[in-house]
């Protein structure tokens, strides 16, 4: 305000004294000191010509939080031919190599420990067949399409994931911090939820929700007790791995906080994925630390199909039991040619509509949706945020560029975030899908700074928001006793302090 008067005074003296000559006008007229965040899109403006400035510029971004993650997919093969060579497993000679168990001296298999040094070949083929790396697909017609290559990979290291838990919480957080976020969302299973799914892993299954729930409601407080004993006992290691009590915390990997979806696998049969569901629900409504609920597989298997309105059914009578329970479902992971089109005309809706979703993670096939102008409205209405997974959506489905509904949640006022979901896999960070937003979608840095602040808003954390917090329109005591009450608004305190030191550094 005091300059603007300044401004003002200064004008009426000039009028007064001189007519405004050329002499004096460039003085009056000299531009404003751009702000921090001006200068930081000239920066971003300025790398967009060169993808290395643009990946130095946006890795040092702070980004907030990741919040379509799955926490078994997020490490890179090598991390899991690490352990599995730690843990003693062994690695199958197929052309697509394989974890596991022992003994390793069998036909077809080889020790995992030394295997690099060994085997180099095998190792090297092994690094192939656990992800996406050196994939090239259809040059003979011998590679399978990257969908299937993409999913088959969960298969061929799910030995040693079983027993990793530790050591998938510390690379995930590792990974998250290299890329300056603060905050991942990861979809979890602990292996005491099947404690409770093999209860009825061989039992028929009759439709009738309140039956199947009775079966299973006097086995969840054990669950929820050996549940939480096996995330404290994981947790403790994970911060063991990473050096997190001692003076030199690695990277600041332990400052990254966790926030975990349990899930159901949508290719099952009915009884293991009410099982799996119900478990999911007890967990978040139990455990802080379960946030949410999620629904994962490939949702153009054949049973995913037959079984998605049921499954959406599900989720609508336990979320009614448990109302409070938040929902990131997976809908429309499709595309066309990928399932007849019928199936891509009510995912979506029904995610929202029938289970209550406050999250969908994709949602590629919105285009196709029936009436999908009104549903557009209706979730941006809602706030129900869609997560952005472009490299995945480019490997599994074929879908990127102009294609890729981006532009279309966003021209409709959908919230949208980008996420990693599988990291490891894909062979990706975060930091790679916001410079695929830049220089494949035009994303501008305002974009991306909006994105990265949405992605801790639409967040299952705990907690009020800081966004419009009355307690914080200034810093003080209110605001530090309101941050304190609020682990939401803390990190979204924590990131705006960040994009203020990484505004200043431009
Ligand atoms: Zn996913």
């Known amino acids: 305000m005091r300059a ?50 643009l990946r130095l510029f946006l890795q040092a971004m702070p980004k907030g939080g990741d919040l379509h993650n799955h926490l078994s997919g997020t490490p890179y093969a090598e991390d899991f031919l690490a352990w599995a060579d730690a843990d003693g497993l062994c690695v199958t000679t197929d052309v697509q190599p394989a974890l596991a168990s022992g003994p390793c001296d069998a036909p077809g298999r080889k020790p ?43 298969g061929r290291f799910g030995a040693v994931t079983e027993n990793n838990l530790p050591a998938m919480l510390a690379v995930v957080r590792e990974y998250a911090a290299g890329d300056h976020v603060g905050y991942v969302e990861t979809s979890v299973n602990p292996g005491a939820i099947y404690d409770l799914v093999n209860k009825v892993r061989g039992s028929a299954w009759d439709g009738d929700f309140d039956k199947a729930f009775a079966a299973l409601e006097p086995g969840i407080p054990d669950l929820v007790a050996k549940v939480r004993a096996e995330m404290d006992a994981a947790e403790a290691e994970s911060d063991r791995r990473l050096g997190c009590q001692t003076q030199k915390p690695r990277q ?8 975990y979806q349990a899930f159901a696998v949508r290719i099952l049969p009915p009884q293991v994925v009410f099982a799996q569901l119900t478990a999911a629900f007890a967990l978040a409504d139990a455990d802080p ?57 009510f995912h979506i809706r029904e995610a929202v509509e029938v289970a209550g979703a406050a999250r969908i993670g994709h949602g590629v096939d919105i285009a196709h949706e029936a009436e999908a102008r009104d549903l ?61 937003a830049a220089t494949e979608q035009g994303l501008t840095y305002r ?11 639409y967040a299952f954390v705990p907690g009020k928001s800081l966004r419009g917090a009355a307690e914080c329109a200034k810093p003080g005591k209110a605001c530090e006793a309101f941050l304190g009450a609020n682990p939401k608004a803390q990190l979204q305190w924590k990131l705006e302090r960040d994009l203020e030191a990484f505004e200043a550094t431009h």
């Open 112 to 154: 995992a420990r030394g295997l690099a040094k060994a085997d180099p070949a095998l190792y090297a083929r092994a690094l192939n067949s656990l992800s996406m790396l050196n994939y090239n697909p259809g040059a003979d017609g011998a590679q399978a399409s990257g969908h299937d290559q993409f999913f088959s990979t969960f």
């Open 376 to 436: 557009l409205k209706r979730m941006a209405r809602d706030k129900v945020a869609v997560e952005i997974n472009l490299t995945s959506n480019d490997v599994i489905l074929g879908v990127k560029g102009a294609d890729h509904p981006l532009h279309l949640y966003r021209k409709a006022g959908v919230p949208v975030v980008l996420s990693t979901d599988d990291e490891g896999v894909s062979r990706i960070d975060l930091t790679n899908e916001y410079l695929r």
């Open 447 to 457: 974009d991306l700074k909006a994105i990265a602040r949405d992605s801790l808003e």
């Open 289 to 345: 630390r379960f946030v949410g609920v999620n629904i994962v597989a490939p949702e153009d298997n054949p049973t995913s199909l037959a079984d998605y309105r049921l499954h959406m059914r599900m989720l609508g009578y336990l979320h009614a039991r448990y109302p409070k329970v938040k929902l990131s479902l997976h809908a429309g992971e499709l595309t066309l040619g990928l399932v007849p089109p019928r199936d891509l005309s």
């Open 4 to 53: 603007k008067n300044r401004l003002v005074s200064g004008l009426a003296v000039a009028a007064g004294l001189l007519t405004l000559s050329s002499a004096v006008a460039p003085a009056l007229a000299a531009p404003p000191v751009p702000t921090p965040e001006a200068r930081a899109s000239a920066a971003f403006d300025a790398a967009l010509k060169n993808r290395a400035a």
């Open 252 to 259: 600041g990997a332990c400052a990254v906080a966790l926030g």
